[in-house]
């Protein structure tokens, strides 16, 4: 599901011709709030005091710390190199970017041009620091977070899905900042902190399923777990399309929780599956996300200078899905391939 989440993010930065595109980029939507749940399905399994929490939390955030820091390093180098190419002047290029007002805007909802330019256009960064917010604020509420992050997700994503639906009415306003800007709820606040603890929820729920019952019921009962996935998953699909018929292009869809909740459903049922896909998205999903706005950023300057042919509108979005997946996962297995060949 990860490798599939990170396939389906590529559908929103390059779209599929409309009306087609539409739904097919209203169901994606789904990825980035599954990202955060997935995450949080693991981070507390286990840990119910304050220094349990608290250890847990510092161990994923010193991990995304260093993750978020390669990335964002990969990106400004890569964006250096693209206005040196165009002949741009660095110092007022970066002066636009880095300023008050921008540097306001990512700590409030990590987003702007402090995360991307015009050379790579997308600020899908915005998930790793979001997710670092998150991470802090799950450290400093150590000791009441196991008490009272039920009612944080209920109010946050009633918040979120509710403000969604009457953004266009231009009545509500955060921090001075009207919601019908995309980023005010697609942030760490309405969407990192709720998704993350609905995963924090689901794996108290599985673990103490496991704990309670005997290993052939706890299969038994997950296997059940299958029809009211599929439902889940269904209805989010379904509901995603209708969302965006009625009220347009949105951030986030209430029909994108169904769909997250039909996948945590099905991925416990179906988790000694296994094989090919998870494979791929083990080792490559992560990158995929990370990266797949670097190879369309190249693929497009080295179409602008002829360097590469033009790629029509119906296939791109499928062309940077197979370049990510052999650029991530298809070349580093060959690698190992001839490595391990070598050392036999």
């Not at 052939?216 to 997950?222: E, L, M, P, Q, S």
């Not at 950023?297 to 179409?303: D, R």
């Not at 602008?304 to 509108?313: A, L």
Request: include cysteine; glycine fraction near 8%; proline fraction near 3%.
């Amino acid at each position: 599901m990860k490798l599939i989440a990170c396939l389906a993010v590529i559908t929103i930065h390059v779209r599929f011709p409309d009306p087609f595109g539409q739904y097919v980029m209203a169901i994606a939507r789904f990825a980035v709030p599954f990202f955060f749940a997935v995450s949080g399905r693991y981070l507390l399994s286990g840990a119910y005091t304050a220094g349990e929490v608290r250890s847990r939390a510092f161990r994923s955030l010193k991990k995304t710390l260093i993750v978020t820091a390669i990335v964002y390093a990969v990106y400004q180098l890569y964006s250096v190199f693209y206005h040196v190419l165009v002949g741009a002047k660095l110092a007022e290029v970066y002066a636009e970017r880095y300023n008050l007002a921008s540097l306001k805007r990512f700590l409030s909802f990590n987003s702007g041009t402090v995360l991307y330019d015009d050379s790579y256009v997308f600020d899908h960064m915005w998930y790793l620091f979001a997710f670092i917010y998150v991470l802090v604020f799950i450290a400093l509420a150590a000791p009441v977070i196991r008490k009272c992050y039920k009612p944080v997700i209920a109010v946050l994503l009633l918040g979120l899905h509710l403000f969604t639906w009457i953004q266009d009415f231009r009545i509500v306003r955060v921090f001075g900042i009207s919601l019908t800007t995309w980023y005010v709820l697609r942030s760490w606040l309405f969407t990192g902190i709720p998704y993350v603890l609905l995963g924090v929820l689901w794996g108290d729920i599985v673990d103490r399923l496991r704990k309670d019952k005997s290993e052939d019921d706890y299969k038994r009962i997950v296997d059940l777990w299958k029809i009211p996935g599929i439902c889940f998953l269904s209805t989010g699909i379904l509901g995603s399309c209708f969302e965006t018929f009625i009220i347009g292009n949105k951030d986030i869809y209430f029909g994108s929780f169904f769909i997250v909740m039909g996948i945590l459903l099905l991925s416990e049922a179906l988790s000694e599956k296994g094989g090919f896909l998870c494979e791929m998205g083990r080792d490559a999903s992560s990158n995929i996300y990370y990266f797949h706005v670097l190879i369309l950023a190249i693929l497009n300057l080295g179409t602008d200078r002829g360097v590469f042919p033009t790629v029509p509108g119906i296939v791109k979005p499928l062309v940077l899905m197979i370049l990510s997946i052999i650029i991530f996962y298809g070349l580093p297995k060959l690698y190992r391939s001839v490595i391990n060949v070598k050392k036999g």
